[in-house]
């Protein structure tokens, strides 16, 4: 069998199967193959007994005792065993499935795994895996892969089907690494890595295999980033801009003055719009160091010089703001703004592409809706992208195929060091604003464990009297955007029983369509719910200036600079606002890391303080969230693999800018496949 070949040759995978593997994005083996762990979990030693661990995972050695008892019970065929050691008793259920009697004598002894309860008046574990000591013992030495899942396929038979995967396809992917790197850097093999990780043989395995993976992962962005910037690189712009009173105009009419930084990063915008060649530029700024004013500017610009602008955001709640923003700021002064989202209606989107198509519409904001095959613009001059999707470089790329070639401004607020943003922006040019407006409130932050639950909820319901609004960011799930679904149904539930019925609480989660999301955002907008619960998709940018509280589930689980943003969401008006971390751990560590975000509101010191304390990289912690979309590389843990990436990624395309070299053969190939997936279309 070839790498390449659908999935569907499998055994195990019909018609049904392989459409829930498609939602993995798994379509062919090496899709499969590149499916990696999200964690692993060791089998623990066998306890007595008597130290089982209610309500968490156990393994038990018993033998089994007489008698061995079927019983029904409603639509439920129940079997019930009986096992012992020296120091007790334990039963184990099976619903439904009398046949596991077939499998198992009395007296004799086996080990049996699951989640222990304690249920009418006896300990129990319902549906047990079971072993035999020597298969057992051979377990608890492994590493066994935990990977997330999708509704209707389980671990083990996802991890099975990689299997028969690996084996059908032994060792058949090509290695694109020449041997002389391999070396120099002690790479493990790909094949090698592969397997590995999947089913590590043990830790130092495990430790090499994802070393190569995400060095490949790095290396082959690194490689795109640099062949984009080729193609960019001086490019002569069609657009002739000329300076305009605007700027002036709408600084003076604001009620605040420009930091220092806001005016350097406006110059810098502004030269390259007037300048000669098509401007590709990052503008960093930490939450609310006040971007937004500077895109507004640039459109300005833009618009008096008779060119069309656009603001491309990740989602329609966060297309709406800016548009709510900019209609503010710029119609005052004659430009037309216009919105462009997937929710309007036919008929609303018909009049919106004729009115950009005769340009009585200067500026338009929207989703990727912007981008579809209908949109015509009249003269786009600028495009405006929120750093999104592997940092919106296929948007970016979508929009510069439609002819003309705009201008591109990428906003982002994840305020990281300099010389990481260089190596994760490479293609563009970059902008920081690093200084905040002055007189910024400083969010109260606090974290506590799980045992101030109580009293954060009471400091809700206060603040809540006094007329403002909570978020509750829900506890994280790893397994299955299902689960976190689920997850965030029930912490509702829970919250609204805490809470007097006249407090209306919501919740928000990814798999939302755009529509409800838009009107729990604009409900919560207008105080109309009062608590927001939500997974991480309140978006960074979200603006409810009335909300002055965020509490965070789990917050152990998140990188620092992932808080900071989600902290970002409160403080953003005049009332006191405050950032509750909750957390089960009690490790001085975890205190210590949660106490940066306590001393600090500056996201680039926090992000220096993430970057130092998870260098040393944590195989087993979750992988973050939001952080940048790598499969398996972490920019923060690995940074130093990144650095390599960087410089050979530069050495090669020096040398081989085409990648034609005969060693270079696989490479080229690689990087072509990673082009095609996520710059096109
Ligand atoms: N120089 C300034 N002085 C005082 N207030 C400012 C200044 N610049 C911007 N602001 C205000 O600060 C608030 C935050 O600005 P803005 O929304 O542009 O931040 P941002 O950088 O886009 O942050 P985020 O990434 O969170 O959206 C806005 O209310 C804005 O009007």
Redesign the pocket.
């Known amino acids: 069998m070839d790498t390449t070949q659908s999935i569907s040759g499998l055994k195990g995978i019909g018609e049904k199967t392989e459409k829930l593997f498609n939602r993995l994005e798994i379509y062919t083996i090496e899709d499969l193959l590149h499916y990696y762990p999200r964690s692993y979990e060791t089998y623990s030693q066998v306890t007595k007994i008597k130290d089982i661990k209610i309500d968490a995972m156990n393994a038990v050695e018993g033998t089994i005792c007489f008698p061995i008892e079927q019983m029904v019970k409603g639509k439920f065929k129940i079997l019930k065993i009986r096992i012992k050691d020296d120091t007790g008793y334990l039963y184990l259920l099976w619903f439904n499935q009398l046949y596991i009697k077939n499998n198992l004598k009395i007296g004799e002894t086996k080990v049996f795994r699951g989640k222990a309860e304690y249920k009418y008046g006896q300990m129990q574990i319902t549906t047990p895996e079971i072993f035999d000591q020597e298969t057992y013992n051979k377990k608890t030495k492994t590493l066994q892969p935990i990977y997330a899942l999708t509704k209707g396929i389980m671990q083990k038979n996802l991890s099975k089907i990689i299997r028969q995967g690996l084996i059908k396809t032994h060792n058949q992917l090509k290695d694109c690494l020449p041997n002389a790197i391999r070396n120099q850097y002690g790479f493990a093999e790909y094949n090698y890595a592969i397997t590995q990780i999947h089913y590590p043989k043990d830790m130092e395995a495990l430790k090499e295999a994802k070393r190569r993976l995400v060095f490949d992962e790095f290396f082959i962005f690194q490689l795109s980033l640099l062949r984009l910037k080729k193609v960019q690189d001086r490019q002569a712009t069609q657009f002739d801009l000329k300076d305009h009173s605007i700027i002036k105009d709408i600084i003076k009419n604001l009620p605040?003055?420009?930091?220092q930084a806001?005016k350097s990063v406006l110059e810098e915008i502004k030269n390259d719009l007037m300048g000669e060649t098509v401007m590709n530029r990052l503008l960093q700024?930490?939450?609310?160091?006040?971007?937004?004013?500077i895109a507004a500017l640039m459109l300005a610009l833009v618009a008096k010089n008779n060119y069309q602008g656009s603001i491309m955001a990740p989602t329609e709640v966060l297309a709406k703001q800016h548009f709510e923003t900019m209609k503010a700021l710029l119609e005052p002064h004659h430009i037309n703004v216009g919105l462009l989202v997937g929710s309007m209606t036919a008929k609303e989107k018909k009049n919106m592409y004729q009115a950009i198509k005769d340009h009585t519409i200067d500026i338009v904001i929207g989703t990727h809706a912007i981008i579809q095959d209908k949109v015509v613009f009249n003269q786009l001059a600028l495009v405006i992208t929120d750093e999104q999707h592997r940092f919106g470089v296929k948007q970016r790329e979508s929009l510069s195929q439609k002819g003309t070639k705009p201008h591109m401004l990428v906003m982002s607020?994840t305020p990281i060091p300099r010389t990481l943003a260089l190596m994760l922006y490479g293609d563009l040019d970059i902008s920081i604003?690093d200084e905040l407006?002055?007189n910024r409130q400083v969010i109260k932050t606090y974290a506590v464990d799980t045992s101030y639950r109580k009293r954060v909820y009471d400091f809700i319901k206060k603040q809540i009297k006094d007329g403002r609004q909570a978020y509750v960011i829900c506890p994280m799930v790893e397994e299955s955007d299902q689960l976190e679904v689920e997850s965030v149904l029930e912490y509702t539930k829970k919250l609204k029983k805490e809470f007097d019925q006249s407090i209306n609480i919501e919740y928000l989660h990814g798999k939302m369509k755009p529509k409800e999301k838009n009107i729990i955002m604009e409900n919560f907008a207008n105080n109309t719910i009062q608590v927001l619960v939500s997974t991480t998709v309140v978006e960074?940018?979200v603006?409810v200036p009335n909300a002055t509280i965020i509490a965070i589930e789990n917050a152990d689980r998140f990188g620092l600079a992932q808080l900071h943003q989600l902290r970002?969401r409160v403080g953003?008006g005049q009332y006191q606002s405050y950032c509750i971390l909750l957390t089960q751990s009690k490790s001085n560590k975890t205190k210590e890391r949660l106490d940066v975000l306590s001393n600090t509101n500056d996201g680039f010191i926090i992000s220096e303080y993430d970057l130092k304390v998870r260098g040393q990289g944590d195989l087993f912690g979750i992988k973050q969230h939001g952080d940048m979309e790598f499969k398996i590389a972490n920019v923060f843990e690995d940074i130093e693999l990144l650095k390599i990436a960087n410089k050979l990624a530069k050495d090669i395309m020096k040398n081989d800018p085409q990648l034609t070299n005969e060693e270079h053969y696989y490479i080229n190939e690689r990087l072509k496949n990673y082009i095609h997936k996520y710059y096109s279309g």
């Open positions: 605040f003055q420009l930091t806001q700024g930490d939450v609310g160091s006040g971007k937004t004013i607020a604003i407006p002055p960074v940018g603006n970002g953003r």
